[in-house]
């Protein structure tokens, strides 16, 4: 499909416009802080995390955005990390914003964070309509839209042949969920980390990672767009008992996740997912 008519639904293509010019605002604003300056503390965020500089900057451009298209007549609630859960004029759509995903990333100077934007037309994370990705390190964007697949940098998605698992992903690693969990990645040939639980998901979609193994629960913010990268692409995204990732898109959510490319490898990514999830409670 060519890109210049992709997406084919007006109302799908508003939504990417309007997100795309939002990831716009916010990759300038980010541009603006002194590499030196973006780990100042600011505060704490509705999401629980200390806010800093860079996420506050990129939220408040994303906000500019989202206010002038409430303006031009849409209508939504926002969900985002740091000013949590916002009206404009909801009439069932969401707007699910994480400004920067991978803030500890950003704050050392490690080029994986990202700004995380999805839009859904009802109140479940399987509504996501529109996933947006922009990768703050390398400026690469990546856009789906609900049954029209994936586009990079505005050119359809390519996947890499599946091998696999030669690279598998963790998140949520801390040393105890790790331990507890490599006991059920021996068959994968190397394991990586990467701090950005969304830029996780998306490279699995892509190809350029082979199984991801969520050890500690992630929030709706953190996943919204990038799960619906992963459905597009065609790849599997289960809770920690395997089943099909949902849930109600608010806040509060917290959940665990495998995302595997072949049916095959759920069962040693969600058991991996299971040992970590237990090895944190204790």
Do not use: C
Not at 193 to 214: F, N, P, T
Request: glycine share 10%.
């Amino acid at each position: 499909m060519p890109s210049s008519r992709w997406p084919t639904d007006a109302s799908d293509a508003a939504w990417v416009d309007v997100l795309t010019r939002a990831a716009d605002r916010a990759a300038a604003a980010v541009a603006l802080v002194p590499p030196h300056e973006r780990g100042t503390e600011v505060g704490q965020g509705e999401g629980g995390d200390t806010t800093l500089v860079i996420d506050r900057d990129a939220e408040a451009a994303i906000i500019e955005v989202l206010e002038q298209a409430h303006a031009d007549g849409m209508g939504f609630d926002l969900i985002s990390e740091e000013v949590g859960e916002r009206s404009f004029g909801g009439d069932g759509a969401l707007v699910i914003v994480d400004p920067i995903d991978g803030s500890r990333n950003a704050r050392r100077g490690l080029p994986e964070f990202a700004v995380s934007l999805a839009a859904t037309d009802g109140p479940r994370l399987s509504d996501v309509r529109v996933g947006l990705l922009r990768h703050l390190g390398t400026g690469e964007t990546v856009v789906a839209v609900r049954g029209q697949g994936v586009m990079v940098d505005g050119q359809p998605m390519r996947t890499r042949e599946y091998r696999g698992l030669w690279l598998t992903v963790v998140e949520g690693a801390s040393p105890r969920r790790l331990t507890a969990a490599m006991d059920h990645l021996t068959h994968a040939s190397r394991i990586r980390s990467l701090g950005s639980l969304a830029l996780s998901i998306e490279y699995v979609a892509l190809g350029r990672l082979d199984g991801l193994a969520v050890l500690r629960p992630g929030r709706i913010v953190d996943i919204a767009a990038a799960i619906l990268i992963a459905k597009e692409a065609g790849v599997i995204v289960t809770d920690e008992h395997g089943m099909p990732l949902d849930a109600v898109a608010d806040m509060d959510w917290r959940g665990a996740m495998a995302v595997a490319r072949v049916p095959r490898d759920v069962a040693a990514l969600t058991a991996a997912v299971r040992a970590a999830l237990e090895a944190g409670s204790r």
